[in-house]
């Protein structure tokens, strides 16, 4: 289990912020410079240079994403503009999208990053301009919403392998509902039927709560307190669960370990934004009592198991059932190996959680939950601080990424594997390195004083 180091604290990594922000500029700028657009978007790094997997679009908003946040972290101008001129150019795609899920991911990380520079004041304030924005972030959010699948018990974003399909990563994309939710978006469907984009996010948020979080209790008394499952299963026919199941991670009984990450980091995200919601908002869907707990329940879960499932210097194994993990003897004991012969780790998934850890940390003691908060801050402290050094921070130039031994999909075999290596390793992501930079961001504002980091700030408030 990881071994929360109590003593640190956020100056403690300034050094390290620093060097990390001067090395992730010139990944950045290496990609614009050196990438072949004509590919479709950088997906992963194969022998340190970016390159495409077609499966779905949703990375390209990380690519642009990463510009504009190492303009917040930096002041440098030309970051900015870099971000801002290609959301313009090629982003409007994405934001029409039927086809995938992860409108939090590609609009949130561009339009809503450049919408919150504006209203923080990092950038200048522009009627139209924020018109724009506002524009794009609001139909994205309807897009997403009309993904939809009605279930017993409410309904779901479905994922794009189809109606039945549930996925855990969705929960970090339900920025999108909340932020056009919050944007006064109508949604509207045949019959101008007006359907409320909170609702679809308070019941897709509850869906997975339900069903891809495990509490070892009722219908998965089998099983143990906060693992996940990467897919959950649905008969579309008549809105019954029928099984866990999993795409990247190595069954739906084991846990893919970035599945997790994403329910820790996106739990506590939107518990941070029903703060700016009202009672009588939150009352038609159970009120607010209700809505927190469930929330706060599977963002309480999810972190212990990764406290739990996790080697002792916070950066997990890809998955915690992996088939030879029992080959590397008392791993948990142990920091990680990604040099290993026998299972690769993912450095994404330490960079996501850490952002969810410290987040639940500070709602918890702001709530009064000292001790319980404590616990979860400094866990995310321990695990930045690791993927912030070697051998998880890119030092070499010749290589793109900034945060190595990324893993996508173990299970197709689509990473690379090094000349003379068994395992996959070295690699970077384009979620892995933007979420390198949000939670590096995140603690670089607490350290600096500066505003604190949430997707919604780019509202009026």
């Not at 982003?91 to 919150?116: E, K, Q, W």
């Not at 699948?149 to 974003?157: D, H, N, W």
């Not at 996940?228 to 084991?254: M, W």
């Not at 003897?329 to 998934?349: Q, R």
């Amino acid at each position: 289990m990881i071994r929360i180091n109590y003593k640190l604290t956020p100056t403690d990594l300034s050094d390290k912020l620093k060097r990390f922000w001067e090395l992730s500029g010139e990944k950045i700028s290496s990609i614009e410079q050196n990438y072949d657009v004509a590919k479709g978007s950088p997906v992963f790094t194969a022998a340190g240079k970016y390159t495409t997997r077609g499966w779905t679009e949703w990375t390209q908003g990380f690519q642009f994403g990463s510009a504009i946040l190492q303009f917040d972290a930096t002041g440098d101008t030309k970051f900015l503009e870099m971000g801002r001129q290609k959301t313009i150019e090629v982003m409007a795609p994405h934001i029409s999208h039927i086809g995938v899920h992860d409108h939090g991911f590609n609009n949130v990380s561009t339009y809503g990053n450049l919408l919150r520079l504006m209203q923080e004041g990092k950038i200048e304030s522009n009627k139209w301009e924020k018109n724009f924005y506002e524009l794009a972030l609001k139909i994205s959010g309807a897009v997403q919403a009309s993904r939809w699948t009605p279930i017993k018990t409410g309904g779901f974003i479905h994922s794009f392998n189809g109606a039945h399909s549930l996925f855990v990563d969705t929960i970090r994309s339900c920025r999108a509902l909340m932020l056009s939710y919050k944007l006064g978006h109508v949604f509207q469907a045949e019959g101008d039927v007006k359907i409320s984009l909170l609702e679809r996010a308070l019941a897709h948020i509850k869906a997975t709560a339900d069903y891809s979080v495990f509490y070892g209790e009722g219908r998965d008394s089998y099983d143990i307190w906060g693992r996940t499952a990467h897919e959950s299963i649905f008969n579309t026919k008549d809105g019954n669960f029928r099984c866990p199941n999993s795409q990247q991670g190595y069954t739906g009984f084991s846990t893919w370990t970035r599945g997790l990450a994403w329910a820790i980091c996106g739990f506590p995200e939107e518990l941070e934004f029903l703060t700016i919601l009202t009672d009588e908002e939150l009352e038609p869907y159970g009120g607010r009592a209700v809505i927190e707990n469930y929330m706060l329940r599977a963002a309480r879960a999810t972190c212990d198991f990764y406290i739990e499932h996790t080697p002792i210097d916070g950066v997990p194994y890809w998955d915690t059932g992996a088939p030879n993990l029992h080959k590397l003897g008392d791993y948990l004991s142990k920091p990680s190996n990604p040099f290993n012969d026998y299972e690769p780790v993912d450095g994404s998934a330490a960079a996501i959680a850490a952002q969810g850890l410290l987040r639940l940390g500070r709602y918890l003691i702001n709530k009064g939950e000292i001790e319980a908060g404590e616990k979860y801050w400094q866990t995310g402290l321990t695990a930045l601080d690791t993927i912030l050094q070697e051998p998880y921070l890119s030092t070499n130039p010749n290589h793109q990424g900034i945060l190595l031994h990324s893993i996508y999909h173990q299970p197709n075999g689509w990473d690379y594997v090094p000349e003379g290596s068994k395992i996959a390793y070295g690699e970077s992501s384009m979620w892995g390195d933007y979420h390198a930079r949000e939670v590096a961001l995140y603690v670089q504002k607490i350290i600096d004083n500066d505003t604190y980091y949430t997707f919604y700030n780019c509202l009026d408030r």
